[in-house]
C-alpha cells in the first residue's frame, strides 16, 4: 500500500475512562464509559468515534462513486450506528449500519451505488469479513 496520509493518536487514562488526543490537536476528547454500560456516560467513547469516522469516510466514498457515475447526490447523507456486543468467545465485537440517504436518485441507483462505495470505502475494505456492516437505504 502507498501510504497518503497517516493519523496518529494517543489514549491515557483508563482506557474507556481515560483521555484521547490527536498528535495535532485537532481532536482532544475526554472517554467515558456510557451510561448504558454502567459508566458516566460525560465524554465519548470509541463506538461514537468510530461511526463517526465510518459515516464520515463512507460519504466520501459514496460520493466519489456517484460522481463518476454522474448520479446526482446533493442533500445526500450517511449515518453510523456502531453497536458494541459480547461474543461467544468472552470477548467483545461490532456491528455496524450504514444509513445512506440519497433523495435525488431512484431506489435501484441508490442501492448500486451504496454497495459500489462499500468496495471503495477504507472503512469498508478494513472491517469486510471481520464485522458486520448492514447497508440501509433510507427515504429521508
Known amino acids: ?12 487514562g483508563e482506557g474507556r475512562d481515560g483521555h484521547g488526543r490527536t498528535s495535532d490537536g485537532k481532536v482532544d476528547v475526554t472517554l467515558s464509559i456510557p451510561k ?8 465519548t467513547n470509541p463506538e461514537q468515534l468510530f461511526a463517526i469516522g465510518y459515516a464520515a469516510c463512507y460519504h466520501s466514498a459514496l460520493r466519489l462513486v456517484a460522481r463518476q457515475q454522474k448520479a446526482d447526490v446533493s442533500d445526500s447523507a450517511v449515518g453510523a450506528k456502531v453497536t458494541l456486543g459480547s461474543n461467544d468467545d468472552g470477548g467483545f465485537g461490532l456491528a455496524v449500519e450504514l ?42
Open 1 to 12: 500500500m502507498k501510504a497518503l496520509y497517516t493519523a496518529e493518536a494517543l489514549a491515557t
Open 36 to 43: 448504558e454500560m454502567g459508566g458516566t456516560g460525560v465524554g
Open 99 to 140: 444509513e445512506i440517504t440519497l433523495p435525488n436518485v431512484d431506489p435501484g441507483t441508490a442501492q448500486q451505488l451504496a454497495e459500489a462505495a462499500h468496495q471503495v470505502c477504507p472503512y469498508s475494505n478494513a472491517t469486510r469479513g471481520n464485522i458486520d456492516v448492514k447497508l440501509t437505504i433510507t427515504d429521508d
